[in-house]
């Protein structure tokens, strides 16, 4: 299937997003309970994206590695034909985890996904990355149409 079949194919969502009664709000912390595969959908399963470009360079800086790491992300989507709306779910890995560092994942998060509901997504403190000086790191679930 070519790039442009893919993208076509994935103007409608095939999964929901779902915060359930009983449950506290999520939004405001920038994820989803859970999403809700619907039934032939496509998985498109990305590894782990870190904050390094093209040419390999990693920034020090957490904010700049955790925008990259969304610019890679959405490369690889692209790629398969998707978009950040085709994520049902994320799992973000950081470095020596901060509440000023989580701050600064809702608000890269914000950028790149925009202001509709947001995947599902776990949060992981780790003590260390594949690299030296990696400090973030994002896995993605996409779902397309069949």
Sequence with gaps: MSNAALRAASTRRAFTLVNPAGLYDPAPNGYSHLAAVHPGARLVLLSGQGGEDAQGRLPADFRAQVRQAFGNLRIALEAAGAGTQDVARLTVLVVDHTEERLRIFGEE???????????????????????????????ATAVLPA
Aim: hydrophobic content about 50%.
């Design 109 to 139: 998060l914000e950028r790149a996904f925009g202001p509709a509901m947001k995947p599902a997504c776990t949060l992981i403190p780790v003590p260390r990355l594949a690299l030296d000086g990696m400090l973030f790191e994002v896995e």
